[in-house]
């Protein structure tokens, strides 16, 4: 009978090739095929050959019992099942989404610590389809993320989480001057400084930042030329860049755009009102080194209160967040239960990602840290 079983490299192609799932069931088989599947190598191996697999929108708000995801194929929205989130997130003091990246869900939030009331500032990856949870401490923050911003991505190179935070201080007339810059890297379970390449002085950021290709996207406003860009980081070299927006996105108020992606493509909403309608135009950003964006399509909403755009499905179509039904033009209602004020659409594949790392691990080591003189940024 032995003689029927294939060779163990074999074995470990054809287990490549299986859903996330599976593999976790199949953990349990043999302490050797556990002992494969939960290797760096072999987690790499398996998001190598599943880049094209089935997607899934993970589709939440505040409430934590209104989590839920769809399957984002021909039959959306029908196939839909229950998400369960973290018992740590339901700790979070002013819990937010700070980004998602390849299949990983990057949350901010603050814990208590003591009795006295203190808390900690926390950040937590999650993999919502293997249940495996990393919680990062974030140091130098006293409250809130007034005095900073973070962003998430996974290196397209190495599969390895980061996580980036910004710190500024005030300036005169109260604008935001970068002093320093740091990065979380989940291999080496450090923070450290980075001082080369910082991005502008006098920029104020919205986030969170989009993951897209590798590269973090976030939309902010130049303070000095009183206009709408967009700054990049390239996760795997680590440098920022700015990009500039056409003219039309460049001028507008900022709370009238905003950022998302379709597919690993980056695209700008701007909203306006034509009468009792909103329009929603969609610009998708193009080019290598050159950005530039191009004019995909305008949707126009007829609502009692519309709030934007909180996501693109893989084909394209916008996801509107609208108070009552639209009864005119080829659109699709659904609803994912329960009431909220806000919802929020992120994109996301099944992954291994994390399944060698230790489950609730708290990290918090930090190289010394020394600011630099503003005068030098």
Partial sequence: MSDNIPPLDIQIEILTRLPVKSLIQFRSVSKTWKSIIDTSDFIAAHHHHHTQQQHHLLVYCDDPNNYVAFVDNHSFPQHKFPITIPFLLNK???????????????????????????????????NPSIRRVIQVLVPGETSNLFRSVLGFGVCPITNDPKI???????????????????????????????????????????????????????????????????????????????????????????????????RECLVVSHHDVEGDDFVISV??????????????????????????????????????????????????????????DKFVVHSYMETLLLLDQTNLTAYDETESVRFLDDSVL
């Fill in 92 to 126: 979070f003091q002013y819990r937010r989404l700070i980004g998602s990246s390849r299949g990983l869900f990057c949350f901010y939030g603050e814990v208590a610590n003591n009795p006295e009331g203190s808390v900690q500032p926390m950040v937590v990856i999650w």
């Fill in 164 to 262: 980036i935070k910004i710190r500024f201080i005030s300036g005169e007339d109260n604008l935001k001057r970068i002093s320093h810059v740091e990065v979380f890297t989940l291999s080496t379970r450090t923070w450290r400084s980075s001082y080369s390449n910082l991005p502008p002085k006098f920029i104020y950021y919205l986030d969170p930042a989009v993951d897209v290709d590798g590269f973090l996207y976030w939309q902010a406003d130049d303070m000095i030329a009183s206009t709408n860009v967009i700054i990049s980081f390239d996760l795997t070299s680590e440098e920022f860049r700015q990009v500039n927006l056409p003219d039309k996105l460049a001028r507008e108020d900022c709370h009238l755009v905003s950022t998302s992606k379709i």
């Fill in 283 to 340: 610009w998708l950003m193009e080019g290598g080194l050159e950005k530039s964006f191009s004019k995909l399509y305008s949707v126009n909403v007829s609502a009692t209160r519309h709030t934007g755009v909180r996501g693109f499905r893989r084909n394209g179509e916008p996801i509107i967040d609208v108070v009552k039904e639209v009864y005119e033009g080829d659109f699709s209602c659904f609803k994912f239960g329960g009431m909220c």
